[in-house]
């Protein structure tokens, strides 16, 4: 035992002076090394520290400076009156973009009331839809209530427009003769009179086509639509290509509509668009139509724009104008209006006597995208040329606006926020240096960590595999131990039972022949159990080693396994085990070792002995399946667990039970069964289920290579 513990104790010892003399040593002067670079880097980061925040206030102020001379430039008197006087009186809506095309962003003016007067959208006009008693007492007036009654309430469609024709001739103003030929159009079209329809339609669009109706809708627009509608209704092919042509105008802003009445009129013409799509007609006009449809619309982002001035940005300025009848001053200055996942920054200023004796107010939306791409980086070229300082702009979320992309922000930084324009970036400065010194200081921990980090791998590996060794050694130590003490055991019951018997036989001469066979009988099969246990052991010894054997010749598998079982059956029916057999005749001859499947058999049998300590049955069968011949060996025993299967055929491994402690075994049955069966080109399954006994079937194929002396 003192041996055993010395045995064990020592690598033990070893592996402590290992880690105490050559690990943690190793770690103190990773760690002290890494230390060192932290607080060199610290060192010349301090220098580097000293002027930058001057510089960075220096850097900010520049960009803040080329800020306030691009929106001067933008915000001249200059520009807001050539977008009151644009002289450019074939196109009805402009934008500050195609006006001036130099300016990225959008324009806006106010006047004195804060009504928004550019961009130019629909306004009503109440001069339209209310007629004074002149227009209301005179002939037209009558004649178009006449009228108007006979087609809604009589619904006396001649009637009322004969009254529209008079009405068209007594009209005082085209405007006015415009709305009676608008009536006279709905009536013929009520009445199906589709060809005098469009000649009325047609006249309307071509001569009054930038008049309004009452409800503020231009006839050029209600023209075209109602001609497409009396095409359907006559079954004709219907013009697509001026509802088209109608479309781009309205997205241009050729007729100046209200919001709800661009959107309503855009809805119902691609609805008619989509019509045309789905039924195959022009692909010409398919394709036109998909090409529009993916741009923007200028009229749209015109209104969008200019209902965003009148909701968002006007009462912030009415609030400042109501301060400032405190203050006595009205300060030009800037707003920053949160927009869904975005934001505008508008620009505002004062224009004193813009029109004789009133005050407007003129404003600039920036154009971010073209901040970001085109202005900021521009700005901070030249200042980093001036500088040679590193500049990034980034979002509250750390991205970077100029590049989109995320940004790793040197801790030795300067964060500035912008001071005149309410931005929401942050402007980070830093040295090159700085970033150099990080990226040299990074790799430097990195390339040590690493090796520090392998050495201790290497070194804890070491530790392991010293540690595995040494249980693998105290396993096996165990192993062999309880090995020598159980085939001792083993070896000692046919021994004591041999020297009974033949002591018996000595001295005892009035034995009868019975009982002088029944000694030879024992003392027979005994010594065959010895044989079997060394047999065992030599095997094993060989198979360790290298040097077993197989004596491979061609017989009867079957006459093998009879005359086994019936030099066994004697131990069987000693220790009460009823024994079932199937044995198949006819079986080919195949290429075995005689010697060595009786000695599978056996142990088969002496494991389902050992481990049936209740239910004493044992069924042996031999049998072809397919092209293999099964051996197979069953009991009803105390079975196998699942997590012991594949460890039952491990040299030296028996299953720890009750069972196992009371019965003796050497752990090798199993090992030489396994090992046997594989050099006959076989293999072994187990079936098991605990409490239910055990299926060992060996597998041995019937046409395996001949040998007449195989390793």
Same mark, same amino acid.
Request: neutral net charge; aromatic residues 10%.
């Given at each position: 035992?003192?041996?055993?513990?010395?045995?064990?104790?020592? *690598?033990? #010892?070893?592996?402590?002076? %290992? =880690?105490?003399?050559?690990? @943690?040593?190793?770690? &103190? +002067? $990773?760690? /002290?090394? !890494?230390?060192?670079?932290?607080?060199?880097?610290?060192?010349?980061?301090?220098?580097?520290?000293?002027?930058?925040?001057?510089?960075?206030?220096?850097?900010?102020?520049?960009?803040?400076?080329?800020?306030?001379?691009?929106?001067?430039?933008?915000?001249?008197?200059?520009?807001?009156?050539?977008?009151?006087? *644009?002289? #450019?009186?074939?196109?009805? %809506? =402009?934008?500050?973009?195609? @006006?001036?095309?130099? &300016? +990225? $962003?959008? /324009?806006? !003016?106010?006047?004195?009331?804060?009504?928004?007067?550019?961009?130019?959208?629909?306004?009503?006009?109440?001069?339209?839809?209310?007629?004074?008693?002149?227009?209301?007492?005179?002939?037209?007036?009558?004649?178009?209530?006449?009228?108007?009654?006979?087609?809604?309430?009589?619904?006396?469609?001649?009637?009322?427009?004969?009254?529209?024709?008079?009405?068209?001739?007594?009209?005082?103003?085209?405007?006015?003769?415009?709305?009676?030929?608008?009536? !006279?159009?709905?009536?013929?079209?009520?009445?199906?009179?589709?060809?005098?329809?469009?000649?009325?339609?047609?006249?309307?669009?071509?001569?009054?086509?930038?008049?309004?109706?009452?409800?503020?809708?231009?006839?050029?627009?209600?023209?075209?639509?109602?001609?497409?509608?009396?095409?359907?209704?006559?079954?004709?092919?219907?013009?697509?290509?001026?509802?088209?042509?109608?479309?781009?105008?309205?997205?241009?802003?050729?007729?100046?509509?209200?919001?709800?009445?661009?959107?309503?009129?855009?809805?119902?013409?691609?609805?008619?668009?989509?019509?045309?799509?789905?039924?195959?007609?022009?692909?010409?006009?398919?394709?036109?139509?998909?090409?529009?449809?993916?741009?923007?619309?200028?009229?749209?982002?015109?209104?969008?724009?200019?209902?965003?001035?009148?909701?968002?940005?006007?009462?912030?300025?009415?609030?400042?104008?109501?301060?400032?009848?405190?203050?006595?001053?009205?300060?030009?200055?800037?707003?920053?209006?949160?927009?869904?996942?975005?934001?505008?920054?508008?620009?505002?200023?004062?224009?004193?006597?813009?029109?004789?004796?009133?005050?407007?107010?003129?404003?600039?939306?920036?154009?971010?995208?073209?901040?970001?791409?085109?202005?900021?980086?521009?700005?901070?070229?030249?200042?980093?040329?001036?500088?040679?300082?590193?500049?990034?702009?980034?979002?509250?979320?750390?991205?970077?606006?100029?590049?989109?992309?995320?940004?790793?922000?040197?801790?030795?930084?300067?964060?500035?926020?912008?001071?005149?324009?309410?931005?929401?970036?942050?402007?980070?400065?830093?040295?090159?240096?700085?970033?150099?010194?990080?990226?040299?200081?990074?790799?430097?921990?990195?390339?040590?960590?690493?090796?520090?980090?392998?050495?201790?791998?290497?070194?804890?590996?070491?530790?392991?595999?010293?540690?595995?060794?040494?249980?693998?050694?105290?396993?096996?130590?165990?192993?062999?131990?309880?090995?020598?003490?159980?085939?001792?055991?083993?070896?000692?019951?046919?021994?004591?039972?041999?020297?009974?018997?033949?002591?018996?036989?000595?001295?005892?001469?009035?034995?009868?022949?019975?009982?002088?066979?029944?000694?030879?009988?024992?003392?027979?099969?005994?010594?065959?159990?010895?044989?079997?246990?060394?047999?065992?052991?030599?095997?094993?010894?060989?198979?360790?080693?290298?040097?077993?054997?197989?004596?491979?010749?061609?017989?009867?598998?079957?006459?093998?396994?009879?005359?086994?079982?019936?030099?066994?059956?004697?131990?069987?029916?000693?220790?009460?085990?009823?024994?079932?057999?199937?044995?198949?005749?006819?079986?080919?001859?195949?290429?075995?070792?005689?010697?060595?499947?009786?000695?599978?058999?056996?142990?088969?049998?002496?494991?389902?002995?050992?481990?049936?300590?209740?239910?004493?049955?044992?069924?042996?069968?031999?049998?072809?399946?397919?092209?293999?011949?099964?051996?197979?060996?069953?009991?009803?025993?105390?079975?196998?667990?699942?997590?012991?299967?594949?460890?039952?055929?491990?040299?030296?491994?028996?299953?720890?039970?009750?069972?196992?402690?009371?019965?003796?075994?050497?752990?090798?049955?199993?090992?030489?069964?396994?090992?046997?069966?594989?050099?006959?080109?076989?293999?072994?399954?187990?079936?098991?289920?605990?409490?239910?006994?055990?299926?060992?079937?060996?597998?041995?194929?019937?046409?395996?290579?001949?040998?007449?002396?195989?390793?």
């Amino acid at each position: 035992m003192k041996i055993f513990s010395h045995r064990v104790l020592a *690598p033990r #010892k070893i592996i402590l002076i %290992f =880690l105490l003399a050559i690990f @943690l040593p190793s770690l &103190i +002067a $990773g760690y /002290l090394s !890494l230390s060192t670079f932290s607080k060199r880097r610290e060192a010349v980061k301090k220098i580097l520290e000293s002027n930058l925040w001057l510089s960075g206030e220096a850097a900010l102020n520049s960009i803040e400076g080329a800020l306030f001379d691009h929106e001067k430039k933008v915000l001249s008197r200059e520009n807001f009156l050539y977008l009151k006087h *644009p002289h #450019k009186a074939q196109q009805t %809506f =402009l934008s500050s973009s195609l @006006l001036l095309k130099d &300016i +990225a $962003g959008e /324009l806006f !003016l106010l006047d004195a009331d804060f009504q928004v007067i550019f961009p130019e959208i629909g306004r009503e006009d109440t001069s339209v839809l209310q007629w004074g008693k002149e227009v209301l007492n005179s002939q037209f007036g009558r004649l178009f209530q006449r009228a108007e009654y006979d087609e809604f309430s009589e619904k006396n469609y001649l009637q009322a427009a004969q009254l529209y024709k008079k009405c068209i001739s007594s009209a005082p103003s085209k405007q006015l003769q415009a709305i009676a030929l608008e009536g !006279l159009g709905r009536c013929l079209l009520s009445s199906k009179k589709y060809d005098e329809a469009y000649k009325v339609y047609s006249d309307l669009g071509r001569n009054y086509g930038s008049y309004q109706n009452r409800a503020a809708h231009p006839f050029g627009i209600i023209a075209i639509l109602q001609l497409y509608e009396i095409d359907r209704q006559r079954s004709k092919e219907a013009n697509y290509e001026s509802v088209l042509d109608l479309y781009k105008q309205m997205r241009d802003g050729v007729w100046l509509l209200k919001p709800a009445a661009y959107d309503f009129y855009i809805t119902e013409i691609e609805s008619i668009l989509n019509s045309a799509v789905n039924e195959g007609n022009s692909p010409e006009i398919q394709k036109s139509f998909h090409e529009l449809r993916d741009q923007s619309s200028p009229y749209r982002q015109a209104l969008t724009f200019t209902d965003l001035i009148e909701r968002r940005v006007i009462p912030k300025l009415r609030e400042k104008l109501f301060l400032s009848g405190i203050t006595g001053k009205f300060e030009p200055g800037r707003l920053l209006i949160p927009v869904e996942n975005d934001f505008c920054l508008i620009s505002y200023t004062t224009l004193a006597e813009f029109q004789p004796g009133e005050t407007f107010y003129g404003g600039y939306c920036w154009d971010l995208n073209s901040l970001k791409k085109e202005l900021l980086p521009e700005i901070l070229e030249d200042i980093t040329k001036d500088t040679d300082l590193l500049f990034q702009m980034v979002d509250q979320t750390g991205r970077n606006i100029l590049t989109g992309k995320e940004e790793s922000i040197s801790k030795i930084s300067l964060s500035l926020s912008y001071r005149q324009f309410p931005l929401p970036w942050r402007l980070i400065v830093s040295h090159r240096e700085i970033n150099v010194l990080e990226r040299t200081a990074r790799r430097e921990i990195f390339f040590y960590g690493i090796l520090l980090t392998t050495m201790a791998a290497l070194m804890l590996l070491g530790a392991f595999l010293i540690a595995r060794d040494i249980s693998r050694e105290s396993e096996t130590t165990r192993l062999q131990s309880e090995f020598v003490h159980n085939i001792s055991h083993e070896l000692k019951t046919p021994l004591t039972l041999i020297r009974l018997y033949g002591e018996t036989l000595q001295r005892k001469e009035d034995l009868s022949s019975a009982e002088k066979r029944k000694s030879y009988e024992i003392i027979t099969k005994e010594s065959e159990r010895l044989s079997h246990l060394i047999n065992n052991v030599l095997d094993f010894s060989s198979i360790e080693m290298g040097r077993k054997e197989f004596n491979f010749k061609k017989g009867d598998l079957s006459q093998v396994v009879r005359d086994t079982l019936e030099s066994y059956r004697y131990h069987l029916e000693k220790k009460g085990f009823g024994i079932h057999t199937e044995i198949a005749s006819g079986l080919p001859q195949i290429n075995f070792d005689g010697e060595a499947i009786a000695s599978v058999l056996v142990n088969l049998l002496s494991n389902a002995m050992k481990f049936s300590p209740r239910n004493k049955q044992v069924s042996v069968k031999l049998f072809r399946d397919n092209a293999n011949a099964v051996l197979q060996v069953a009991d009803k025993g105390i079975g196998i667990l699942p997590g012991e299967v594949s460890k039952i055929f491990q040299r030296f491994y028996r299953v720890k039970n009750k069972i196992t402690a009371e019965t003796g075994g050497s752990g090798l049955g199993l090992t030489l069964v396994k090992y046997i069966t594989e050099a006959h080109g076989g293999r072994i399954q187990v079936e098991s289920e605990p409490e239910k006994g055990s299926v060992f079937s060996v597998i041995l194929p019937l046409a395996n290579p001949e040998s007449e002396n195989t390793e």
